[in-house]
Nanobody
Framework: EVRLVESGGGLVQAGESLRLSCATS????????IGWFRQAPGRDREIVSC????????YHADFVKGRFTISRDIAKNTVSLQMNSLKPEDTAIYYC???????????WGRGTQVTVSS
């Protein structure tokens, strides 16, 4: 059974940090690109950061570049998102996604809430 379980969300003040984790199981971790997406109320889900399969190349959306960092621990099958200098506009549910490249196969976690107060 494929599982992606997010943790680490919470309520913080602007300027503070959080570290999200995505614990995965049930698939070959290194074969999948892992991404963090977020969805704020009334808005579409958007990609935040992702890390590629195999070589581990990273991508960060412009609105988090320089503040967020994605990383992975292959031994633990986990992906983390270090979020610094949080802003109120970062408030959203953050979801972990695993995608097998060049196929429609992908899996989602249930999300973790991040709330940033001003």
């Amino acid at each position: 059974e494929v599982r992606l379980v997010e943790s680490g969300g919470g309520l913080v003040q602007a300027g503070e940090s959080l570290r999200l984790s995505c614990a995965t199981s049930g698939f070959t971790f290194d074969d999948y690109a892992i991404g963090w997406f977020r969805q704020a109320p009334g808005r579409d889900r958007e990609i935040v950061s992702c890390i590629s399969s195999r070589e581990g190349s990273t991508y960060h959306a412009d609105f988090v570049k320089g503040r967020f960092t994605i990383s992975r621990d292959i031994a633990k099958n986990t992906v983390s998102l270090q979020m610094n200098s949080l802003k109120p506009e970062d408030t959203a549910i953050y979801y972990c996604n695993a995608k097998l490249p060049f196929t429609p196969t992908n899996y989602w976690g249930r999300g973790t809430q991040v709330t940033v107060s001003s």
